[in-house]
């Protein structure tokens, strides 16, 4: 064509494949077990030839009345100006959780899920063999984490499928750098006795940081209370951590947060990515913080939940730990089987053989229907 012209390609020396050097990839990437969420519906339904719709996710701990109607509306607004990055230091959002905290918006850090902010403890804590103390069944992400930048766990056994806190204490090397404690835990729904956390939060050294993950605080009547810790700052190495993916319905934005000391915090601020809070989820979180029926509604329905399966487990003769979250663990004999037969069904629930507990399941507390759906469901799987 007139004015075109042509670039003849460039012929080059192609090494052949047995010549290839691979990548140097970091050699502790190969040891490094890769976390697996709940299955999603539309990747069971294809697998499955299911009708997407009439599945029930009972897997992921989510919340089953959704998001919160102030947070859909709030996310509808925001989405007109989705072509402007969204504020890096979340002002707003900052502001009205610190008034909701009773701290000062110094006091937090934001991230992309509770698990960018296990992330950001490993950037700046964990180096190659340093030691990280949790629990047996504890959270999968935190070995996860410590392995990612070459630390250790020790791993404590547990104590009534819990923390034994006492053995966690005396696991504290001068290599330890982070304590995690999940409270409620996740995937087995104990509670830390009360004392014992405190004792542990007062008898570790200076220099170890005591982490207490509280992504289902929202489900208990009577939480145990450490914002008062944080807030005289008499414990910088104090953390807690919350998210906005559990009670409020925000689990698929990815907003977590964490609370403590400023040091901690302004460390945490020189890692942490620009603009990791998009303004969807910014804007959502504000608003879910202003919707206190919201978060009553939900609460009553796990409880009512909760009471739902501890009764029918009972009833049918089936172990079960109980629970202070939204969820139950329940003994099923052979988990990987029973997850696939429910799966069949048209109901995803959770395999806990990645938590060293194959002969359980994990059930995320639904609506009535989907409680009583998946109890038929699980009768006729367990022969009950």
């Not at 969204?86 to 992309?112: M, Q, S, T």
């Not at 037969?341 to 048209?346: I, T, V």
Request: one cysteine or more.
């Amino acid at each position: 064509m007139p004015g075109r012209r042509l670039i003849k390609p460039v012929m080059t020396d192609i090494h052949p494949p047995h010549a290839l050097k691979p990548l140097p990839f970091n050699p502790a990437l190969a040891r490094l077990p890769v976390y697996q969420p709940g299955r999603p519906i539309d990747e069971v339904a294809r697998e499955l030839k299911l009708d997407p719709t009439a599945i029930a996710k009972l897997a992921s701990n989510e919340n089953p009345l959704g998001p919160s109607p102030k947070a859909l509306a709030a996310i509808q607004q925001a989405a007109a100006q989705t072509h402007l990055y969204p504020d890096g230091n979340a002002y707003h959002l900052k502001e009205r959780l610190a008034a909701r905290l009773g701290v000062e918006p110094r006091h937090l850090i934001l991230g992309n899920g509770s698990n960018e902010i296990i992330e950001f403890i490993g950037h700046a804590l964990l180096e190659p063999e340093a030691e990280v103390v949790v629990s047996q069944y504890c959270f999968a992400i935190y070995p996860i984490v410590t392995r990612m930048f070459g630390g250790r766990p020790v791993v404590v056994p547990a104590r009534d499928y819990g923390h034994d806190l006492a053995a966690m204490v005396a696991a504290i090397t001068p290599r330890t750098r982070v304590v995690f404690v999940a409270n409620p835990n996740n995937p087995t729904g104990t509670l830390a006795d009360r004392a014992a956390l405190l004792q542990l939060i007062d008898q570790a050294p200076a220099d170890v940081l005591v982490v207490i993950d509280e992504a289902y605080i929202e489900y208990l009547d009577d939480p145990l209370d450490l914002l008062p810790i944080v807030r005289c700052g008499e414990r910088p190495n104090l953390l807690l951590m919350r998210t906005f993916s559990k009670i409020h319905g925000l689990a698929g934005l990815r907003v977590g947060y964490g609370i403590g000391h400023p040091s901690v915090v302004a460390t945490f601020e020189r890692i942490r990515q620009p603009f990791n809070v998009n303004a969807l989820a910014q804007a959502a979180a504000l608003a879910a913080l202003g919707d206190d029926d919201h978060v009553e509604r939900s609460r009553a329905v796990n409880r009512e939940g909760i009471e739902f399966w501890s009764g029918a487990l009972r009833e049918m003769g089936i172990e079960f730990v109980p629970s202070a979250a939204n969820f139950v663990l329940v003994h099923v004999g052979d988990g990987a089987k029973v997850f696939n037969d429910l799966q069949r069904r048209g109901i995803i629930v959770r395999p806990m053989g990645g938590y060293e507990l194959p002969e359980w399941i994990r059930i995320s507390i639904g609506t009535a229907a989907e409680n009583a759906r998946c109890l038929e469901e699980l009768r006729r799987c367990c022969g009950r």
